[in-house]
């Protein structure tokens, strides 16, 4: 099986191919259009700042590239983002696989929250934090309330290509689903024994 990370301006690619070979995956960081669309699976991380990474994917082809997959694709954090339709880092247009919109954190806009729990909502949410609902074969064998890593400033609205929602003050999409197109918001590669059943769960589909 031949599993290809793609390579581009976004980091969070070497702990993905650890987390890989920790499974006894091996894997392939590849720009390579051809490359990626000859793989079994493709894995679009990402860590870094929307407008930058969508202008880098388009100059390079590489949007056109990742819409036209039909293996199973997983983005993961920006890389999820990414995916969604519009993002309000930059005031970004997105590869719009996803329909939800991608939103700041901005609590004190938001007048359903209390102000001293607003207080202690920081931005980025960074840490440990539950995923709930779970819709997909992504999460198979994973409980509900199960934590998982995060670290983002932007989150995705509910919709229905929600396959697990999180609570950081609002309820958002922690996972998305659309046809052959997973993505997560939180990194299973770094989220222990959970994440690394999560990213087996992929290989498996």
Request: hydrophobic share 40%.
């Amino acid at each position: 099986m031949k599993i290809v990370i793609i390579k581009y301006n976004a980091g969070n690619v070497c702990s993905v191919n650890f987390a890989l070979e920790r499974l006894g995956i091996t894997s392939v960081l590849s720009d390579d259009v051809n490359e990626i669309q000859a793989a079994d699976k493709v894995i679009f991380p990402g860590v870094g700042e929307a407008s930058t990474a969508m202008r880098y994917l388009q100059e390079h082809h590489l949007d056109e590239v990742i819409i036209s997959l039909k293996q199973p694709v997983l983005g993961i954090c920006l890389g999820m983002q990414l995916m969604c339709n519009h993002s309000e880092e930059g005031n970004t247009n997105c590869l719009g696989i996803f329909k939800q919109a991608i939103k700041k954190f901005a609590f004190e806009n938001h007048t359903s929250i209390k102000i001293n729990e607003a207080a202690h909502l920081k931005v980025p949410q960074m840490g440990w934090n539950t995923i709930n609902n779970l819709k997909s074969k992504l999460f198979k064998d994973v409980a509900e309330n199960e934590y998982m890593y995060f670290v983002h400033s932007y989150y995705a609205e509910l919709g229905e290509d929600t396959i697990a929602t999180t609570n950081y003050g609002l309820s958002y999409s922690s996972a998305l689903q659309r046809n052959n197109f997973y993505a997560t918001q939180f990194h299973p590669e770094k989220s222990a024994d959970i994440g690394q059943k999560i990213l087996q769960n992929f290989i498996a589909l």
